[in-house]
């Protein structure tokens, strides 16, 4: 069964302080890894997928990046519109059947 | 448009009550989903339809009923819930000239059962 484990569970920034966020993954085979921004009341927004380790993806101040045993998602000079909760998944990569598997997520503040 | 719609926002339900959750997307997309998420807890996987058959049913309990009546719609039937049932049911679609994983939400039904 796979497993997705993120830490820390909150974190606090000061808007401009650049942290990195953990997720650390076990599973049979890896299909993909999924990174998600879910802010209070709506629906997780995807970000990223990534597929083999060493791989990276960036976005404005977003960047993810892979290992065989664990992704990051460094976040750089951060505003206030960064505050969410950001999901690590696993998952297939079969179209229609992504049984994705989602870590409990990371609630980040970064205050003005 | 990229958006899938969730229709009620907001449902009370009796534990005797029959009521159904909407879902639709005009993005093209073949796959679709319902996820469940409790407080704080991160969303888990119901059921999927692929090109409107049911492809993974999470063993879920039947008091649950998903249908999905064409590729932009999809229904969540609801009957005889039970108060741990009250969470926020989430929907989702894909496509295949996406990125496998790549899913897009609703805003959610948040369901509370009395």
């Known amino acids: 069964e796979d497993q997705v484990t993120q830490s820390p569970e909150a974190l606090r920034l000061q808007e401009g302080e650049s942290s990195s966020l953990n997720c650390s993954y076990t599973v049979s085979g890896l299909r993909g890894l999924f990174w998600y921004r879910q802010d209070p009341g709506k629906g997780p927004e995807f970000l990223f997928t990534l597929y083999s380790a060493g791989e990276e993806k960036e976005k404005e101040r977003l960047k993810a990046t892979l290992t065989k045993k664990e992704s990051f998602l460094h976040i750089t000079a951060p505003k206030p519109e960064d505050s969410a909760t950001y999901l690590c998944a696993v998952g297939g990569r079969t179209f229609g059947n992504e049984k994705l598997t989602f870590g409990t997520g990371t609630r980040l503040t970064i205050i003005p | 448009d990229t958006e899938v719609t969730q229709t009620p926002k907001h449902l009370v339900m009796g534990m005797t009550n029959k009521k159904s959750l909407k879902c639709e997307q005009h993005?093209?997309?073949?796959?679709m989903y319902w996820y469940k998420q409790k407080a704080k807890k991160p969303p888990e996987l119901m059921f999927v339809y692929s090109y409107e058959k049911l492809s993974i049913n999470e063993s879920v309990p039947s008091r649950f009923s998903p249908e999905c009546p064409n590729s932009s719609l999809l229904n969540l039937h609801l009957h005889a819930l039970q108060p741990e049932d009250s969470a926020l049911y989430l929907c989702?679609?894909?496509?295949?000239?996406?990125?496998?994983?790549?899913?897009?939400f609703g805003e959610g039904s948040r369901l509370t059962v009395l």
């Open positions: 993005m093209g997309h073949r796959a």
């Open positions: 989702a679609s894909s496509g295949p000239l996406r990125q496998p994983g790549e899913l897009f």
